[in-house]
């Protein structure tokens, strides 16, 4: 994987959430470059528009555009998913990148889920089975989902999914991202399964620059906040890479030929911090697809989004 560069995608309609910044915007903006026409899925339009004319500044024939998607908001997932269904245009790659990191106390989504499980975890599962039938209707597709290596410390915890009876941002962060690992197999088993025709992976960045380390620390505080051992770190050569480097792990689960179903992909180098893409190591949580399984029925039962038991989802 030394040295990847991303293959013609000409044709391909892709989603991206969480596209204003960090991994995202890279990951729009070499989509864009490649040929691909990408969806800025963004909760700020503002933001998104400025990210655009940022891309076309440097890639001027990019076709980008820009929609509203708040994941903390099911009935926004919901809105978003129908004006794309309205268009009737087959959605070739989804990339669910969205995050909120490390927030120093607890606060809910609109629908009162901890905001942490219920952006980077339930917000996706529920965008991904509102556009399945998109998906299952693309040109090879694929479906990538971002994870984090900080999974390693997680656990599901069926008994305080929402944090309720015991609250810590790192603890929550972790469970959240290795439920979104836990759901990208998932989904390739059931693709598997019931024929929906999907390339399912997850990937992670690795220690990179982003504002994901500084706005969820900040969040519900009058200035921001970047945590102690992160300053510690960025002082450390070699320690951090920057946002083109994070980005490359995405990108190959997106767009590499070799790119395999069910696999988590980061960086190369020591602790998977950074480097060139390869693939990563899971947990032994996130290998119990016992436990995936449960946590899939439970996010359906939260979310109300049911997925298809056996048949093509319609459109395919």
Known sequence: MSGFTVPDQSGRLAVVTGANSGIGRETAHRLATAGVEVVLAVRDTRKGHTAAAGIRSTTPDARLHVEELDLSRLASVTDFARRLTARGRPVDLLVNNA??????????????????????????????????????????????????????????????????????????????????????DELQRRSDRHGWGLLSAAAHPGATHTNLQSAGPSLGRDRTQIPFVTRLTMRIPGFWQDVDQGALPTLYAATSPDAAGAQYYGPSGPFGLTGQPAVARKSRRARDASVAERLWQESERLTGITYPRSAVPAGR
């Open 99 to 184: 995050g909120v990191m490390a927030v120093p106390t607890r606060h809910t989504t609109a629908d009162g889920y901890e905001l942490q499980f219920g952006t980077n975890h339930l917000g996706h599962f529920a965008l991904t089975g509102r556009l399945l039938p998109l998906l299952a209707a693309g040109d090879h597709p694929r479906v990538v989902t971002l994870s984090s290596g900080t999974h390693h410390v997680g656990r599901i915890d069926f008994d305080d999914l929402q944090s309720e009876r015991r609250y810590g941002a790192n603890r929550a962060y972790a469970q959240s991202k290795l439920a979104t690992l836990m759901f990208a």
